[in-house]
């Protein structure tokens, strides 16, 4: 792995500014540093509801309020 790391050392920087950030963020912001439900089912749907919750976050960041209810209303 180290090999491979360190031969793609610009995909490895790309994905730790893109994905790691987004799963650090929901662990810091939400508090999922582990999952409340058990079983693979019950943790998609926690994870998922994570995800959802971030997304509209950052969109409501870049957009702002009034660009989304607009885009609602239309």
């Given at each position: 792995m180290n090999a491979r790391a360190?031969?793609?050392?610009?995909?490895?920087?790309k994905r730790?500014?893109?994905v790691e950030h987004s799963f650090g963020t929901i662990?810091?912001?939400m508090?999922?540093?582990y999952f409340l439900m058990r079983g693979l089912p019950?943790?998609?749907v926690e994870f998922s509801l994570s995800a959802l919750?971030?997304?509209i976050k950052r969109a409501i960041a870049?957009?702002?309020v009034p660009?989304?209810?607009?885009?609602?209303?239309?």
């Open positions: 360190v031969a793609h050392l610009e995909i490895l920087r730790m500014a893109i662990k810091r912001w508090n999922q540093a019950k943790v998609r919750a971030y997304n870049i957009a702002g660009t989304l209810i607009a885009a609602l209303l239309s």
